[in-house]
């Protein structure tokens, strides 16, 4: 528990920092893009505002518990404020310091805990999501989830609509631990297959390898890695994506690539973020920072590669979707639409209010549904504005959001997918 003695109510370990919440001038430039500023209009639900509740409890002057865990709960980390912000302001930073001293130091509802505590003896263990995908499809496939739909409490609801159709095929799939190209090596990389990706979105990994492989790279996958502690970072569980991280790590760092390829726009900002995690550890500093260096969006590394495979028409309109943790967190919004834009035919368009955040935000749609709910209905009110023939996205957390409440006939599939369709003739 926190106390209140003048002093600060964050614990030693790695408190938000004094210059970093100084920097902050409170022009307010960020309140327009802050998802739950737009839903509530309330100032503590606001960059500007949660800001001023850290500063709050560095000075000591309020604790963490009640009003402070609440608002800073109720944060997407979409990132938007950092993009929206002339001065700076390093958010980003700041949140990732103010979660963990949560996770610390305030007690849960014990609801809240064992939900919580679920998701993450869950989600980044892949021999874990295979039995489960087991027992969804059988579930998926009894009728129970219309049944259930109207007794579930809504953080069960919001589980059981996001749980995407199982394929059994591809869940127990493995994939090619070497893709080599057809003619020269451009470029050697190794592949994050990841948990929840490697086993509910394995056709997009198998993509990205034969996206890879047809323009010139030669593509490592390792069996051994695992999850690389994105949710558990992004959610302030700092200690066990550490130890991830570390894993993580060891296994990419062993091997004689240049470029670490990432297609999940979470996994690829956590891995970049190592650096600033293993800032303090004698032991992984220098090799995080060097693994860190590596990583690339997968886009990032096509649109850094001069086109070589020829491309065949698609003749479609395309709306695509920033992931925040590829737009706002790591800046990458060009490469996409570049490498979309090299396939002939494209209509490549944007979405109304792409700064947006459509409510995926790795957990926020599993702890927070309500808010989540409505940001996922605006975007999707969006996309029909447009009214694209496929919806592109490099998120699978975002590609589950968006569907549920993009009941209409439109696919929506990751960059890569698209573009292996375009190079292969690969059905999507
Ligand atoms: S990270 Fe997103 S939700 Fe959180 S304060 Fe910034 S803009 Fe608002
Ligand atoms: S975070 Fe940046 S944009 Fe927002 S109030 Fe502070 S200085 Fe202004």
């Not at 130091?105 to 003896?121: G, Y």
């Not at 479609?316 to 570049?338: E, I, M, S, T």
């Not at 496929?390 to 209409?408: K, S």
């Amino acid at each position: 528990m926190t106390e209140l003695f003048g002093q600060s109510s964050f614990d030693s370990q790695h408190p938000p920092e004094r210059e970093l919440l100084d920097d902050c001038v409170h022009c307010g430039f960020c309140l327009p893009t802050c998802p739950t500023y737009q839903l509530w209009g309330e100032e503590m639900d606001s960059p500007r505002g949660r800001i001023y509740l850290m500063d709050l409890a560095e000075r000591g002057e309020i604790g963490l518990e009640g009003a402070f865990t609440q608002h800073i709960d109720a944060c997407l980390g979409c990132m938007a404020c950092v993009t929206a912000c002339p001065s700076g302001v390093q958010y980003d930073r700041l949140l990732e310091a103010t979660r963990p001293q949560i996770e610390r130091n305030v007690e849960r509802r014990p609801s809240d805990r064992l939900f919580r505590n679920a998701i993450f003896a869950l989600f980044p263990y892949r021999r874990r999501l295979r039995v489960a995908a087991v027992f969804g499809q059988a579930y998926q496939k009894s009728g129970l989830p219309k049944l259930m739909e109207r007794v579930l409490p809504p953080r069960l609801r919001a589980t059981q609509a996001l749980l995407p159709p199982v394929r059994l095929r591809e869940a127990f799939a493995s994939l090619p631990r070497r893709v080599r190209p057809k003619g020269s090596v451009r470029r050697r990389v190794a592949l994050l297959s990841g948990c929840v990706q490697d086993v509910f979105f394995h056709e997009v990994n198998a993509a990205t390898q034969r996206v890879l492989a047809a323009e010139g790279c030669e593509v490592l996958t390792p069996r051994q890695q695992g999850c690389c502690g994105a949710l558990e970072l992004h959610a302030g569980r700092s200690g066990s994506a550490a130890d991830r991280a570390k894993r993580t790590i060891a296994t990419f760092e062993k091997l004689p690539v240049d470029t670490i390829v990432v297609n999940v726009a979470g996994c690829g900002s956590s891995m970049k973020e190592y650096v600033h995690l293993l800032a303090d550890d004698p032991d992984w500093a220098d090799r995080a920072r060097d693994f860190s260096a590596k990583v690339r969006d997968v886009t990032e590394l096509l649109a850094e590669l001069e086109p070589q495979a020829p491309r065949r028409r698609i003749e479609a309109k395309v709306a695509y979707h920033d992931a925040c943790h590829l737009g706002h967190a790591q800046g990458v919004r060009d490469q996409p639409r570049a490498v979309l834009r090299t396939i002939p035919g494209l209509d490549v368009v944007d979405l109304p209010e792409a700064e947006l955040c459509c409510g995926s935000a790795g957990i926020y749609n599993l702890v927070q549904p309500e808010p989540a709910a409505e940001l996922g209905q605006r975007k999707a009110d969006n996309v029909r504005t447009v009214a694209p023939d496929l919806l592109v996205t490099a998120n699978p957390g975002c590609l589950l959001q968006i569907r549920r409440y993009l009941d209409d006939d439109i696919p929506m599939l990751h960059p890569v997918q698209l573009l292996d369709q375009s190079l292969n003739g690969k059905p999507t």
